[in-house]
C-alpha cells in the first residue's frame, strides 16, 4: 500500500523538498511504544550500488512527475497504522532535518496501540495525522 508520505531528512539522497522518491522504505522500531524509536532505515547520505540521486531533479519543473508515493514497510508493530508490518497510516512525516545517519530519523506519525504507552516514551509521539 502506497503512503502519503512527507519527509525532513533531507540529507538523505531519496528526499526532493520533501517528497520521498524512494519507491520504497523501511522503518523500523520493533516493540517500541513510542516514536521516538522508529527509523526509516531507508536513508541513504549519498549514491552507492548505482542508486541514481533525484536531487538534479530540484531545478525547477518536472520534478513532481517522477514521485509516487513510497510503499512503507515497518516493523514497529505497536504502532495503530502497523498491520502486517505494512503502514496503512493515510499521512506519515518522517523527522530528521540534521539526519546524517537512518536512526537520527523518526516517524514522528507513529500512534501506540491503546495500552501501549510508557511513561518514558509517551509525550514522543503524541502526534496524529492532523499533524502532517
Ligand atoms: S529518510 Fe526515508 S522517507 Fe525520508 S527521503 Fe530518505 S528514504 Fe525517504
Ligand atoms: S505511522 Fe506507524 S506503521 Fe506507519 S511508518 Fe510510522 S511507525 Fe510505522
Request: glycine share 6%; hydrophobic share 25%; charged share 25%.
Amino acid at each position: 500500500m502506497e503512503v502519503e508520505l512527507k519527509c525532513a531528512a533531507e540529507k538523505c539522497v531519496f528526499n526532493l523538498k520533501e517528497y520521498c522518491t524512494a519507491p520504497e522504505i523501511q522503518v523500523n522500531g520493533e516493540d517500541t511504544m513510542g516514536g521516538r524509536f522508529t527509523y526509516c532505515d531507508t536513508f541513504s547520505e549519498g549514491d552507492k550500488d548505482g542508486e541514481v540521486s533525484l536531487r538534479q531533479l530540484d531545478k525547477n519543473t518536472n520534478y513532481h512527475y517522477f514521485i509516487a508515493d513510497p510503499e512503507v514497510a515497518c516493523s514497529a508493530h505497536n504502532c495503530i497504522y502497523n498491520e502486517g508490518e505494512e503502514c496503512h497510516a493515510p499521512h506519515v512525516k518522517i523527522l530528521g532535518a540534521i539526519a546524517t545517519v537512518p536512526i537520527q530519523t523518526e516517524c514522528q506519525t507513529f500512534f501506540p496501540r491503546e495500552g501501549q504507552t510508557s511513561s518514558d516514551e509517551q509525550n514522543d509521539s503524541t502526534y496524529s495525522v492532523q499533524d502532517y
